[in-house]
């Protein structure tokens, strides 16, 4: 039998207990890589110690462990656990093979910047810089080979490293798997929601700790004492104490220890004397504080600065803030060690566990904590580079009120400059309610705070405290800026856009020294549902934006505004959108390069599909994907490439260009899961896809939802696509009554909401319905009214839709030969807009009509089989049905057809795939490749992957041979 001699100190059990089966499965899963492992459970519950034996089996596998904490004590520092993990390679990280991005990473690695490359040029955008570095993190996990990267206790994270786990998690690469631990009920949605996404071939193991049973507390106890076992009585007793939490066990027995009351019996059992007298409260509070007062005087002050300072800090620091001098302080530091209140953390010193520091903390007198946080700021202060989050802290609970007001200011700018904007928004909204400082202070924090709130998504938190210091005596350069950031909260929250109408307004005169404010404040009063003035004051204030944005510094942000003017100007007809546009295209040289640019581009792109401008919307979509797909060092984020592919499938599906498009759609809706705005456009075209495909039943759910959809997100501007789609398939079901009260709503708010020429898309729809369910009268009025509003406008499909909707209109006149003639006429207009859909449609009406004079006209039924040829060239096999079956009532012969609508290639390479193998034989990866032909790059994977099974090769190379033999 083991002596419990051998370890008459020991807290931590030699080996983990209780949890064989958690820590294999947890093995198992980071020896598969890529994988993931999470590790919830409550406070005290053993995932530190599970954790600590994966890293260790891990380097026995060959696999480089690296560990990174979150602590309670935040930091302006996003991704705090991340640069810990990377900050552990120390300058081995100079021996790996890193491209130019990783010198992003300088900033957060200032110890290390001498091994990193040369730090990048600024974006001057802060999503595209975030997205840098975290590509910069990417390339360092990437380049290390086998490793375990280990983030424990992610319910303190912040935003940014919940975000850059699922984006390495997403990169899944290939020889690196992820450990994650957190406490379920404190942890954030995007925490908890990273193993619901993970990219196909990542191994998942989720591990649940739960409290351990009596069995597994006594052979806890056991192991910590040195003996084979305790008796079921003392494991029921301990159980029934601890709760089964593997760390209270410890603290329980390491005080029992000290206590002297553990005495063994012969035969391996325990006194009942001993048991009746162990008096202990439940949990660990007053075991650990009852093991504090058993230290020395001195190792007692350590432990009282350890608990103050929270989180493992230099020893230097921590005897400074006891304080102690140096003969006094090693013996004590020794002795609070020994004791195992304290722990050595690498480099650092602090408590085993925070639930332990908080005891001691919450035990503290009030002066006593005063005093300790005063000497750890005094100290903080003192230091080259003192962590600006711990010294504002300290500085607080010292009562060093002005003081902690300026190391706030900065913790907050800080914060905000490394795109932590919850905790700047924390930070700042805590000065500003409980802070001393001048109202030309307050005014500063308050317009850092507006920006913050806007980009960290609290704009309903911060407007109160926004519009409390408004009211102040505020200089006013700073009440311009005040102003324009409350007004920004409130547009982005759509709670009051009256108000921020007016502030914007009243902004502008003090914003001479911000031009780019000015200029955006502008643009925003330019938009015409922003208030309530009438087009021509709006078109005013974009004209006077115009000319102050040359005033701006920034180039690519001239670029931006430029973009948003357009996008204004665009749907309400101002033909000086042309102008606008041009001068981007003139200021980039047709090559966006910066998210600015690309963000102008696809401003100005999405608008001119939604009006017509089908050729220019091309060029700039797919100018902004090339360069967004780059991946050359410039490339943008990924939501920046996401919105523009976004943008190109609902083009595609305008242009007629439906092959592959309805996977592409599917594709892009799962990657854009959860971004509803973004996924407007997808969702749009997919559903009215859906429609012309024949899918009767999915296409009315999908237009109902995707109609639904933009009506939430007020996107008056795409609307009239769903709308019109869901308008025509509610008169095919004899159900047009049903949709006149949405009809008559669209066309009425399209002059209000600045959106005329978009709206137009709509109005053939809208005039079938009301000829259908018998209100010709209506429909005519209708057309002759939208009419009239687009007089002088640029609406490029206002002739072929206003000649579409009259047909409708002759036709409930009764009059088929005036139709045929409008409906022809439609059809030739379309042409040259690239609407081969609509073209078809005016088409099949016209020769329908023709067909159904008296007598019919001789050149009907070649008109009308030429339409079905359009239907089935692209692949709108529910109007293809539609037209067979006019052809068969007239006794017309009808082509046969492939089955299914559009051709099956069978075993041979559809057109598509032809393509993309072409380029693959050519070298391409599958990004150039998605690049060059503007899909996904899943897409072209699976273009790949299916036509090596059609072409009998199993690589890549040797697709090449393969085609040159067909």
């Given amino acids: 039998m083991a002596d419990p001699s051998d370890a008459p100190h020991r807290l931590v059990a030699p080996a983990i207990v209780g949890r064989d089966g958690e820590l294999r499965l947890a093995v198992d899963a980071v020896t598969a890589a890529p994988a993931l492992v999470v590790v919830a459970g409550e406070a005290g519950i053993g995932k530190t110690r599970l954790v600590g034996e994966l890293a260790a089996a891990a380097a026995r596998s060959g696999r480089r462990p690296l560990l990174g904490r979150c602590h309670a004590l935040r930091e302006p520092f996003p991704l705090g656990p991340v640069i810990e993990a990377v900050r552990g390679l120390g300058d081995s990280l100079g021996e790996l093979e890193l491209s130019p991005v990783a010198g992003a990473l300088r900033p957060f690695l200032p110890e290390l910047a001498h091994v990193l490359p040369p730090a990048p040029d600024a974006l001057g955008d802060r999503a595209a810089e975030r997205h840098r570095v975290f590509r910069g993190f990417v390339e360092v996990f990437a380049a290390l080979g086998p490793a375990v990267l280990i983030l424990e206790d992610l319910h303190w994270a912040e935003a940014q490293t919940g975000d850059f786990a699922g984006y390495l998690l997403a990169e899944a690469l290939p020889e690196l798997s992820v450990v994650v631990t957190y406490r379920p009920e404190s942890a954030d949605p995007r925490v908890r929601a990273l193993a619901a996404g993970l990219p196909s071939g990542t191994a998942l193991a989720d591990v649940a700790l739960t409290p351990l049973g009596p069995p597994e507390v006594g052979a806890l106890a056991a192991s910590i004492i040195g003996v084979d076992a305790v008796s079921e009585e003392f494991a029921s007793y301990l159980s029934e104490r601890t709760s089964g939490l593997p760390f209270a066990v410890e603290e329980l027995v390491a005080l029992l220890q000290e206590r002297g009351t553990l005495v063994q019996r012969r035969g391996g059992g325990w006194a009942r004397r001993a048991l009746d007298e162990l008096d202990v409260p439940t949990r660990i509070r007053d075991s650990v504080l009852e093991r504090v007062a058993r230290l020395g005087g001195p190792a007692r002050q ?87 989050g711990q010294l504002a802290h300290h500085l607080r609970h010292a009562d060093r009120p002005h003081e902690w007001v300026a190391a706030a200011e900065r913790a907050a700018e800080q914060a905000f400059e490394l795109s932590n904007d919850a905790e700047a928004v924390r930070i700042l909204e805590d000065v500003l309610r409980h802070g001393p400082a001048t109202p030309e202070r307050r005014g500063r924090l308050a317009v850092l705070l507006g920006e913050a709130a806007v980009e960290a998504g609290r704009a309903l938190d911060a407007a109160d405290l926004l519009g409390a210091v408004l009211a102040e005596e505020l200089p006013a350069p700073v009440r311009g800026e005040l102003r324009f950031r409350l007004g920004a909260l409130l547009y982005h929250a759509g709670t009051d856009v009256l108000r921020a109408h007016r502030l914007f307004a009243d902004a502008v005169a003090d914003l001479d020294h911000r031009p780019d404010l000015k200029a955006w404040a502008m643009v925003v009063l330019g938009i015409p549902m922003a208030g309530d003035g009438d087009l021509a004051e709006h078109r005013a204030w974009l004209q006077r934006a115009l000319t102050v944005v040359p005033e701006i510094p920034d180039r690519m942000f001239q670029a931006f505004l430029l973009g948003k003017i357009a996008m204004v100007q665009l749907p309400t007809g101002d033909p000086a959108w042309r102008a606008t546009a041009e001068r981007v295209e003139r200021q980039t040289g047709g090559d966006p390069r910066h998210r600015r640019e690309l963000n102008a581009y696809w401003s100005i792109g999405t608008q001119a599909t939604y009006a017509g401008h089908h050729a220019l919307a091309e060029r700039l979509l797919t100018a902004g994907l090339t360069a967004a797909a780059g991946g050359d060092g410039t490339r943008a984020d990924t939501r920046m490439e996401r919105s523009l592919r976004a943008g190109l499938v609902l083009l595609r599906y305008c242009q007629g260009s439906w092959d592959g498009l309805a996977d592409d759609a599917a594709v892009l809706m799962d990657e854009l899961a959860g971004n509803p705005r973004a996924r407007v456009d997808g969702e ?115 002739p072929a839709v206003l000649a579409h909707a009259d047909g409708f209109v002759r036709l409930g006149a009764g009059d088929p030969d005036a139709a045929a003639a409008r409906f022809a006429a439609a059809a030739r207009l379309y042409a040259p807009l690239r609407a081969p859909y609509e073209a078809a449609q005016a088409r099949e009406l016209a020769a329908t009509a023709r067909l159904t004079s008296s007598p019919p006209a001789p050149d009907a039924g070649a008109e009308l089989l030429a339409a079905l040829a359009a239907y089935r060239e692209l692949g709108a096999e529910w109007d293809a049905g539609r037209a067979t079956a006019t052809a068969r009532r007239h006794g017309l012969p009808v082509p046969a057809r492939h089955r299914g609508g559009r051709r099956g290639y069978g075993s041979q390479l559809s057109p598509r795939e032809r393509e993309v193998a072409e380029l693959a034989a050519k070298g391409r990866t599958n990004k150039e490749i998605a690049a060059e032909l503007y899909l996904s790059v899943n897409t072209v994977a699976r273009h790949i992957t299916t036509s090596m099974r059609k072409l009998g090769v199993r690589s890549r190379a040797a697709i090449a041979h393969r085609l040159d033999q067909n």
């Fill in 302 to 388: 350590v432990v009282e600065a350890a608990a103050v300072l929270q989180v493992p800090v230099p020893l230097s620091l921590l005897v400074a803030t006891a304080p102690l001098d140096r003969a006094a302080a090693l013996p004590a530091v020794g002795e609070a060690l020994d004791s195992g209140v304290l722990a050595e953390h690498g480099d650092d010193i602090g408590f085993r566990h925070p639930l332990a520091a908080q005891a001691v903390y919450e035990n503290l007198a009030g002066p006593r904590r005063l005093l300790l946080h005063d000497r750890a700021a005094t100290v903080l202060a003192a230091s080259a580079r003192a962590p600006a």
């Fill in 684 to 798: 749009a075209a997919a559903a009215c896809l859906a429609l012309a495909r024949g899918d009767l039943d999915g296409a009315a759910a999908a237009l109902t939802a995707a109609v639904g959809l933009v009506d939430e997100l007020s996107g008056f501007d795409v609307l009239p696509i769903p709308a019109a789609a869901l308008f025509r398939l509610a008169v095919a079901r004899g159900e047009a009554e049903s949709v006149l009260g949405r009809a008559d709503r669209l066309l009425a708010t399209a002059e209000p909401k600045g959106v005329l020429a978009p709206s137009v898309r709509a109005l053939p729809a809208v005039a079938e319905a009301l000829v259908t369910a018998g209100r010709p009268d209506d429909a005519e009025q209708t057309v002759r009214s939208f009419a009239a509003r687009l007089d002088g406008l640029d609406a490029p499909l206002a």
